[in-house]
């Protein structure tokens, strides 16, 4: 049978999960002391992959551009800045609870799991008419009746300082965008910025979640890296570089194919995304372009990515219009990023509630308004990291290959002498290992089993494997082997650097 017939991707996501853990990705979070549900450590490997897709990140959406700056805001905030933000008041899940075994169910999640449909638009009270007419049980212990669901608030709560009350409560942020929000008027005024403009951030962010699960998918500690594009309100079409995106096609769920409980893809143009107002503005089209295209480049392919609108009754209580960035991850299409038009809904927030003008001036009209927050980029770093594995993980005949791009591989090079006890072939091997150290992620070992050794750096990534021989010695060249064809190529040890570069850039 030929090879590439036996190629597979990923089945579940346990396997990736257990993956994860023997090649030191990710563990369970508190292991040692019976775990913590929701939080996750990042391991040797997972700490350079999870920091690339940052770095990269970073770079694609503030460092390459003009028009963005970034700030590093506090984790623990003021208890105000999640009241206005309507966070206290709204951020809530429904919740319903096994009368029997006591496990806790987030009521949308167990209507749609049991059910087979949507639920996340439902009212508590539609929540609680579903379960009693379907007469759903507890799917943990089987048997279980629930009970009547209620609201459940996703802020942690937390003290500051010695003395525990109502005027010490503050809260961990639930989303990274607040302190952008808080910090605009510090960012307008010292960083010399005109609108309109984005300010971007990246960090934890916390939800005290009332159902873990899929792995990293839903977890109560994750990291965010969000953009706040304002705007102008009058000019949020002004967007010069709309023409270059207004061609480039991509897959929508629509809101009215979900109304008609349709799962119908419609293929379109970004520029149909906004002439035919899905979208607000051509601002908001754009930024969805950007993130979209920023996850091709990635690595992730267009057939496992589609965008869906969210219907009226899902907005979030800031929003204007939603689109999610949806994957399809081998639990199903989920929401793997998402952008939201916020309008005016933070900053007019802020400034009611500190008391405090958050408006800029208009030289032309000589009146004062407040910033339309036309997009913003939101991406979860852990479901990018999730994804990117999901996609890159391939059973290909007998081994296990993760094809990550090589920018993303936690290793980039490892060197292997052929044998671990000769000591010309060792000094000559750790020689080249040195030559390359500075240039790429290298990794160096003494297996003397160059078979074990090249499995082990398919199933972490590693692009390219080099082995250096006896007849390295004398002809001063090595074995390049590169991890997805599994060709072997002799090369010159001067002529190394250039080889690689070409082939990991
Ligand atoms: N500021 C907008 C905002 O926070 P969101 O849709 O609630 O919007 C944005 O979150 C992104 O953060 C999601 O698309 C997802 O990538 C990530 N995210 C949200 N909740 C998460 C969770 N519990 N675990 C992991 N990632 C999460």
């Not at 951020?91 to 999640?109: I, M």
């Not at 508590?124 to 759903?136: A, C, H, L």
């Amino acid at each position: 049978m030929n090879k590439s017939q036996t190629v597979q991707p990923i089945k579940s996501i346990d396997e990736l999960a257990s993956f994860c853990k023997r090649r030191g990705f990710v563990y369970p979070g508190s292991e040692l002391y019976g775990g913590l549900s929701g939080f996750w450590d990042y391991g040797p490997l997972g700490v350079e992959l999870k920091n690339k897709i940052k770095a990269d990140w970073w770079k694609r959406f503030v460092s390459d551009r003009d028009d963005v700056v970034g700030i590093d805001g506090a984790i623990v905030n003021n208890q105000q800045i999640w009241v206005a933000s309507g966070h206290v008041g709204s951020f809530a899940d429904v919740l319903v609870d096994c009368k029997r075994c006591g496990t806790k169910h987030r009521a949308d999640v167990l209507i749609n799991d049991i059910l087979t449909i949507p639920a996340d638009s439902m009212t508590v009270e539609q929540m609680k008419e579903t379960i009693s007419k379907n007469n759903i049980k507890c799917p943990a212990c089987k048997k279980g009746e629930l009970t009547e669901p209620r609201k459940f608030n996703l802020l942690f709560k937390t003290h500051v300082g010695a003395v525990e009350g109502e005027k010490s409560a503050a809260y961990l942020r639930g989303e990274t965008c607040q302190t952008i929000f808080v910090n605009f008027k510090n960012v307008f005024d010292t960083a010399r910025v005109k609108l309109p403009f984005g300010i971007a951030q990246m960090g934890k962010a916390f939800r005290n979640e009332i159902a873990p699960r899929d792995f990293l998918f839903r977890s109560r500690e994750f990291e965010q890296m969000e953009l706040e594009f304002f705007a102008d309100p009058r000019k949020l079409d002004d967007c010069p570089e709309f023409e270059k995106i207004a061609k480039k096609k991509v897959s929508v769920l629509t809101a009215a194919e979900q109304i008609k409980k349709s799962q119908n893809v419609t293929e379109m143009t970004f520029g149909e995304l906004a002439e035919k107002v899905y979208v607000k503005s051509k601002w908001h089209a754009y930024w969805l372009c950007q993130h979209y295209d920023w996850l091709l480049e990635l690595g992730i392919s267009a057939e496992n990515l589609r965008l869906r609108e969210h219907t009226k009754d899902e907005l979030s209580h800031y929003a204007v219009a939603t689109f999610d960035i949806e994957y399809k991850f081998p639990f199903g299409w989920k929401e793997l990023g998402g952008q939201a038009d916020r309008g005016q809904f933070d900053l007019t927030q802020h400034s009611k509630f500190s008391k405090k003008d958050l408006s800029c001036f208009d030289e032309e009209t000589k009146q004062r308004f407040i910033p339309y927050v036309a997009a913003e980029p939101s991406q979860g770093v852990d479901r990018a990291f999730l994804a990117l594995l999901a996609e890159a993980y391939t059973i290909d005949g007998d081994r296990i290959v993760l094809k990550l791009k090589p920018k993303l591989a936690p290793v980039q090079v490892a060197v292997f002498p052929l044998l671990k006890n000769d000591e010309k072939l060792l000094k000559f091997a750790l020689e080249v290992r040195k030559e390359l150290k500075e240039k790429f992620i290298t990794h160096y070992e003494e297996s003397g089993n160059i078979g074990k050794s090249y499995r082990r750096q398919d199933e972490i990534g590693t692009p390219v494997c080099i082995t250096v021989d006896f007849d390295s010695l004398k002809k001063k060249d090595v074995t390049v082997r590169d991890r997805d064809t599994m060709k072997q190529t002799r090369v010159k040890v001067k002529d190394l650097e250039k080889y690689l570069k070409e082939l990991i850039n």
